[in-house]
């Protein structure tokens, strides 16, 4: 691995503890203006004091992030589809030279494995790691999981597998039993999404348990962005993921932040 590439790595995932949180507001490529991401800047802004990078689209990185801010930025390359179309069949939205124009640390685009458009997914994957290996730009696989697939360990490691073995820098798939399995099948870094909004209380025990089982941090979204104390939640998260904060100091701690907020803004 060149300098660069490493460099760029270094940046999404910390040095200090081998550990990422990557905050996801990508989701309007595909959902719109999603619950939460009305005005994605709005959202953003608080968060990331708190986010080791932000993954998003070009678009809102344009548009609602500053240049000045000082966040690595993981720039979402594929889509095409809506939540009204076929998901799978995605392509690619952004040159590299674009990305690296973005001055981005690196780029993230989804694949469907076991879907009818599998190999169009897998190929461009592979196309975009042959061009980011000559630029040195980190490539994560997104293993997006289509309705008809389920999220196990043996779907998700498949999965998760041949993202690696084409070449993925690092993955993001979904937490999972035997979640253990998933990691230790895949020779590279793991990360995992927190998928559709649930409690609190259930989320931080996801993150808690993909750190324990072998991921190397979260790229989350709807269950930072869409709680009712995000800032508290990240906060949380982060504590979780760089600390090993365990379950019931966690929920301690977000029930602590929650209330300090409430006083603060009362
Ligand atoms: C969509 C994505 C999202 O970034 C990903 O699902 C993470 O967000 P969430 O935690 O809300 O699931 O890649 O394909």
Redesign the pocket.
């Known amino acids: 691995m060149d300098w660069g590439m490493k460099n760029r790595l270094s940046r999404i995932i910390r040095p200090e503890t081998g550990r990422t949180v990557m905050l ?1 507001v ?2 309007g490529y595909f959902l719109g203006p999603t619950t939460g991401l009305q005005e994605p800047g709005k959202t953003i802004e608080p968060l990331i004091p708190y986010a080791d990078t932000l ?1 998003l689209t070009r678009g809102v990185l344009r548009s609602c992030v500053s240049p000045k801010t000082d966040i690595p930025i993981v720039l979402r390359v594929s889509g095409g589809t809506s939540i009204l179309g076929n998901l799978a069949d995605e392509g690619l939205t952004v040159s590299m030279k674009d990305a690296l124009k973005l001055n981005v640390s690196g780029v993230a685009l ?1 694949i469907f494995v076991g879907s009818e458009l599998e190999k169009q997914t897998l190929l461009s994957l592979a196309n975009v790691i042959n061009e980011a290996e000559e630029y040195g730009v980190p490539v994560l696989a ?1 293993t ?1 999981v289509g309705k008809d697939m389920v999220r196990d360990a043996r779907y998700l490691g498949l999965a998760c597998r041949i993202a690696a073995e084409l070449g993925s820098h690092y993955v ?1 798939t979904y937490y999972c039993d035997d979640f253990e399995k998933v990691v230790k099948n895949c020779p590279v870094p793991v990360v995992i ?3 559709k909004k649930i409690p609190e209380k259930e989320a931080l025990e996801l993150s808690c348990n993909a750190v324990q089982r072998g991921a190397v941090g979260v ?5 930072i962005f869409q709680s009712e104390h995000p800032v508290a939640m990240i906060r949380t998260v982060r504590e979780i993921v760089h600390n090993n904060l365990k379950l019931r100091d966690a929920y301690d701690m977000y029930e602590t932040l929650s209330r300090e907020k409430e006083v603060v803004f009362a």
Not at 219 to 223: E, F, K, L
């Open positions: 996801a990508d989701h993954m989804s997104v997006a993001k999404a927190g998928g790229d989350m979204g709807r269950n």
